[in-house]
Nanobody, 115 residues
Framework: QVQLVESGGGLVQAGGSLRLSCAASGSTFSITAITWYRQAPGNQRELVAVISSSESTNYRDSVKGRFTISRDNAKNTVYLQMNSLKPEDTAVYFC?????????WGQGTQVTVSS
């Protein structure tokens, strides 16, 4: 079992920055990748950024150059640094941990970007 707790969301003006954290506990040794997703009201959940156990990363096109995903293995935490935020980034952000047997979700953290 893996437990995930997201934090760091909040209200920020357009152009501002936030750093989200995804703290993992439990069988963290089995995690092969951690992915940040987001879901805005009325929209489907969409992939934002992913980091693998080998630290390869990938981003959706709309956040490239603005968002950075990173990990601190000593703290079992993955971060999503979000800069130059836009109103269209407003959503609930979730982290997901993928293991060979199943994937796990956190409870989400709200990010609201005002114009």
């Amino acid at each position: 079992q893996v437990q995930l707790v997201e934090s760091g969301g909040g209200l920020v003006q357009a152009g501002g920055s936030l750093r989200l954290s995804c703290a993992a506990s439990g069988s963290t040794f089995s995690i092969t990748a951690i992915t940040w997703y987001r879901q805005a009201p009325g929209n489907q959940r969409e992939l934002v950024a992913v980091i693998s156990s080998s630290e390869s990363t990938n981003y959706r096109d709309s956040v490239k150059g603005r968002f950075t995903i990173s990990r601190d293995n000593a703290k079992n935490t993955v971060y999503l640094q979000m800069n130059s935020l836009k109103p269209e980034d407003t959503a609930v952000y979730f982290c997901n941990a993928l293991t060979p047997r199943k994937s796990y979700w956190g409870q989400g953290t709200q990010v609201t970007v005002s114009s």
